[in-house]
């Protein structure tokens, strides 16, 4: 079947990831379904027509524009393949555009705000395997803005201490080598000497539980988002807050967007630059708050 082939290229050709699949899987399968119903679903009889019906729908539904974007996305993708391999001629998706989408500018956490959290839980909190690894897991956040799955990836052999670099492997396998602090390189040390006594054992994964298993994205977004609801007037809690929070200091403190870009793992600028206009917000603020005329 189309799909199914479709879905093992994207798997084991381009390396997307088990969750991106699984997205790609149900967008095409709902496509199918709102087209064919329970009848043999026939993509070379897809016309632009029926693909614009499908978006009306869709926003008739409910769905937001980013939403259906995504859809969207995944029926191109999946038509291209068809396209490229020569079981369809003609590509039904080239004159396709979805609905236009407002900029979401990302959430972060200030700089003030962050410096403030990070010391007082090393100083108040008892140095227990779970306390020692929060602390970990937030300042690495912070300090190298690697995404949730990225960070409950991590091996053991990926951290260099003596070169204080981080080898993190993100999406389609790509990896990239993070630089890190003497004050990270302190509280991950810490991490790791009581991880060892508290488990008996050297872990595989870097960040486990206490009994050596390793940590699920899941885990990691509670323990995460606990920490920050101590941080006021925050209005979304993740880890990848603490993402945007890195990027948004990088840049405010004047480093280079390419070198932000490279340091994120983003395929293209275009998806740095959002991180511009979150700085540029911040100075607009400063200026209607600061100026007599403003």
């Not at 879905?7 to 496509?31: G, M």
């Not at 070198?259 to 600028?269: P, T, Y």
């Amino acid at each position: 079947m189309p799909i199914s082939l479709f879905l093992q290229y994207i798997q084991y050709e381009k390396n997307y990831s088990a969750h991106t699949v699984a997205a790609y899987e149900n967008d095409l399968r709902q496509f199918m379904q709102f087209v064919y119903g329970e009848e043999t679903f026939h993509p070379e009889t897809i016309d632009t027509k029926i693909v614009r019906e499908w978006i009306i729908s869709l926003m008739e539904e409910g769905y937001s524009p980013r939403s259906v974007n995504r859809k969207l996305s995944s029926l191109k993708a999946f038509y291209r393949y068809l396209y490229r391999y020569k079981q369809i001629d003609h590509n039904p998706m080239k004159k396709i555009s979805g609905p236009k989408t407002n900029k979401i500018l990302p959430y972060f956490v200030k700089d003030k705000d962050m410096e403030t959290l990070l010391p007082n839980w090393t100083d108040s909190e008892e140095k227990t395997f779970e306390n020692e690894r929060d602390k970990a897991i937030l300042d690495v956040f912070y300090s190298t803005g690697m995404r949730c799955a990225e960070l409950v990836g991590l091996k053991e052999e990926d951290v260099d201490f003596s070169a204080q670099l981080i080898k993190v492997t993100g999406k389609r396998n790509k990896q990239r080598l993070i630089p890190f602090s003497m004050p990270l390189k302190t509280s991950l040390l810490d991490y790791c000497n009581i991880r060892n006594e508290t488990t008996g054992m050297q872990a595989c994964m870097f960040f486990t539980r206490n009994d050596g298993r390793p940590l699920t994205n899941n885990m990691v977004y509670h323990i995460v988002r606990k920490k920050l609801t101590e941080v006021p007037n925050l209005s979304k809690r993740s880890p990848h807050v603490l993402r945007h929070t890195f990027a948004t200091s990088m840049l405010n403190n004047g480093a280079d967007l390419n070198a932000v870009k490279e340091l994120l793992g983003h395929a293209s600028l275009s998806s740095t630059e959002v991180y511009t206009h979150t700085t540029f917000e911040e100075l607009k603020k400063t200026y209607h708050l600061a100026h007599p005329r403003a």
